[in-house]
T-cell receptor, first 114, second 109 residues
Framework: DADVTQTPRNRITKTGKRIMLECSQT?????MYWYRQDPGLGLRLIYY???????NKGEISDGYSVSRQAQAKFSLSLESAIPNQTALYFC?????????????FGEGSRLTVL | GQNIDQPTEMTATEGAIVQINCTYQ??????LFWYQQHAGEAPTFLSY??LDGLEEKGRFSSFLSRSKGYSYLLLKELQMKDSASYLC??????????WGAGTKLIIKP
């Protein structure tokens, strides 16, 4: 089983619908992130959390919200989906105790908004 | 602004050597990462450089020159499974990761 699990893996929805992407991890890491990936662009950070009670906006947080329900769970919500939110979304974790702090990614959630 | 530049696509032959370059302009520097991403899959960590010089890890090596804002990833003895995108990312002075768009590497037999 994957250490970082995202659900759903694929989702097609309509404009205006509320969507939640869920992420859970078994790595025991305290830091969790949500990124989106679009063709021709680098990964862009949506939100990140360094602890259960810590939530921070990334560079493209507008139109998104998050919830850190537990150390192992971090969910991303699109309150009212729009077509330009069509993208591949990745959840990631990192360990603050590691010097490099490399990221461990989930398998991705492909979202299509019609 | 902050940006990471890498070639969009490169082609190489199985068994050969390829060098993927990355140049960066960021507000400060706290390390540079290379990740590998196969099509439709998650990025996976390859290497981390924080000091100038070459870091070797098996068939893969990564080089950093902080004064030039430059890094490269060197892949030796290329295998078909090395066909993937290679992402360069820099951690800036605020410990934020700035990502390049990735270099798609195509390996031909």
């Amino acid at each position: 089983d994957a250490d970082v699990t995202q659900t759903p893996r694929n989702r097609i929805t309509k404009t205006g619908k509320r969507i939640m992407l869920e992420c859970s991890q078994t790595k025991g890491h305290d830091r969790m992130y949500w990124y989106r990936q679009d063709p021709g662009l680098g990964l862009r950070l949506i939100y990140y959390s360094f602890d259960v009670k810590d939530i921070n906006k990334g560079e493209i947080s507008d139109g998104y919200s998050v919830s850190r329900q537990a150390q192992a769970k971090f969910s991303l919500s699109l309150e009212s989906a729009i077509p330009n939110q069509t993208a591949l979304y990745f959840c990631a974790t990192s360990d603050r105790g590691q010097e490099a702090g490399e990221l461990f990614f989930g398998e991705g959630s492909r979202l299509t908004v019609l | 602004g902050q940006n990471i530049d890498q070639p969009t696509e490169m082609t190489a032959t199985e068994g050969a050597i390829v060098q993927i370059n990355c140049t960066y302009q960021t507000s400060g520097f706290n390390g540079l990462f290379w990740y590998q991403q196969h099509a439709g899959e998650a990025p996976t960590f390859l290497s981390y450089n924080v000091l100038d010089g070459l870091e070797e890890k098996g068939r893969f090596s990564s080089f950093l020159s902080r004064s030039k804002g430059y890094s490269y990833l060197l892949l030796k003895e290329l295998q078909m499974k090395d066909s993937a995108s290679y992402l360069c990312a820099v951690k800036n002075s605020n410990y934020q990761l700035i990502w390049g768009a990735g270099t798609k590497l195509i390996i031909k037999p």
